[in-house]
């Protein structure tokens, strides 16, 4: 239909016209493996080498060969695809594989039972929904305690075998009748724990964190631009640092609340403080994709685990952009030894043909009844899960060799970006990730000399000019990281070769020259 005009345009109005400021608005007619094509302006089919793979969904490549003929098999054999509320033998195939693998990486032999859904921060919701459930049976528990504690109190002093400590909730001294100070006290206990009952759980997430962009997953990434707007919306989140274990137990000791109790104790009612269940789940990335691809350290690791047990609440690995593969094991916490009650898999889970994502929980903590509270239309469906089913087969095939391929590709491509980096050390600051989710990040140029590249790199602009010159001059597409835009990222799928690499180099150190020379004149068109 060609280039409509802008009034009639009724879709991604604003991001296009962003794009075309940036020369990064080109329409790709066609993809495979690591190669994306468009038709210039003559006619001519110009192919691009692609850095982004759907923002690490494609471990296999665009269109791999064997999971579209795989895909075109599902669909000849008229698979049913949505039969909702029946008996679905692929979703526990899936389940059934995952827990498998899970088993192998993390050595431990417990379960993990599957929730389907249709995007990475879906599955973030659930997990966020599940914890919640957990934590208001813990809440329950503890209330039903304080109760049958209350009428145990009552028995004793009713009997006359107790009375009712002074304590600074009801000072009871001078009251002559014991029921009457127990029962004050009982009714201060209880407007005190059912105002806290009432409170909103907050969540923890480490600075910097990316969980996704719905209503309840928002509030979970840091970026105050896409968090702040919406925060009406949902529970609080206390955002802690990775790089300062540290100081993570004082950040939770800080939200630590009480709930009320009594005791009996040598015939005498006190008045006990118990904790009470503030914090609703502690979620992870082990590679923090929005920061620069950095990996969680072990001993950032070792003291979440640490904390989540001492708190009890669970633990949630945001595996999405990390696993499945791209960091050269199936879930890029086992480098870090981190091991996780819950567990968010999505992006390369639907082989580049599929929206899918999943939710995983360790049985001794999952609650059956959440089956039949969530659910989704086009969770779960035939198609999805045949494919998933496919993607797990490829990355197991020939005892994993695929993971050994992306360890083995993202080394000899994190040694290129390393040895640009020893050349550059004016220009390029670090080089960070594991595998094939790596990133190359770029000195501050907010105060050069050139007024143009100063001004492009306050306003966060800079890394965008850089993808589109390297887009324009070399045919090759690569996209900066979060907010800040000084970080360039390199996620592509297995079969990048070392032409590949050898090509990204020097378009590499083309832009680094620039930015060494300050030549702004360059990166714009």
Known sequence: MGNPTDEHIFADRLLNGWLRSVGLDIAYTRAAENTLYF???????V???????????????????????????VLDQQVPVFVQLSRQPHANDVAAVLNGILRRETN????????????????????????????????????DDVAAHIEDARAEVSAGRATVAENPYVPVGGVPDGSDALESLVSEIERRNAHLATKKPVHLALENAFHGKLVASVQLTQNPSWRTPFTSLAS?????????????????????????????????VQVVERDFPVIGAFFVEPVQGANGMRPVTEAAARE?????????????????????????????????GLQGDYYALAKSIGGGVAKNSVALFRQDRFRPEFEVMHSSTFAKDGFSGAIALKVLEMLEADDG?????????????KGMLNSVKSDFPDVVDTVEGIGLMLALEFRDHSNVSSELMQEKARSGMLGYLI?????????????????????????????LTDEDIARTESALRDACTILRNQDAHRLTP
């Open 108 to 143: 431990d032999d417990r379960h993990y039972s599957a929730i389907f859904a249709n995007s990475g921060a879906e599955a973030i919701e659930i997990c966020l929904k599940h914890a919640e459930l957990e934590r208001q049976a813990r809440v329950s528990k503890l209330t």
């Open 467 to 495: 993808a589109a010159y390297i887009l324009r001059e070399h045919r090759i597409r690569v996209l900066p990281i979060g907010p800040a835009g000084n970080s360039v990222r390199f996620e592509p799928s297995i079969f």
């Open 304 to 336: 979440i685990r640490a904390l989540c047990d001492a708190v009890g609440c669970p633990l949630v690995i945001d595996e999405i952009h990390s696993g499945m593969g791209r960091t050269g094991a199936f879930l890029a916490s086992s480098h870090m």
């Open 47 to 73: 192919a691009v080498l692609d850095y982004v793979c759907g923002f690490g969904s494609l471990i296999f490549g665009h269109n791999n060969r064997d999971i579209r003929e795989h895909a075109k098999s």
């Open 39 to 45: 038709v210039d302006e003559e006619g001519q089919e």
């Open 401 to 413: 060799r695929a993971y050994q391929v992306a360890a083995e590709r993202g080394n000899r491509l």
């Open 236 to 268: 609080s989140t206390r955002f802690l640092r990775a790089d300062q274990p540290e100081t993570m137990a004082k950040a939770i000791e800080d939200l630590r609340e009480s709930l009320l109790d009594v005791v009996v104790s040598d015939g005498v």
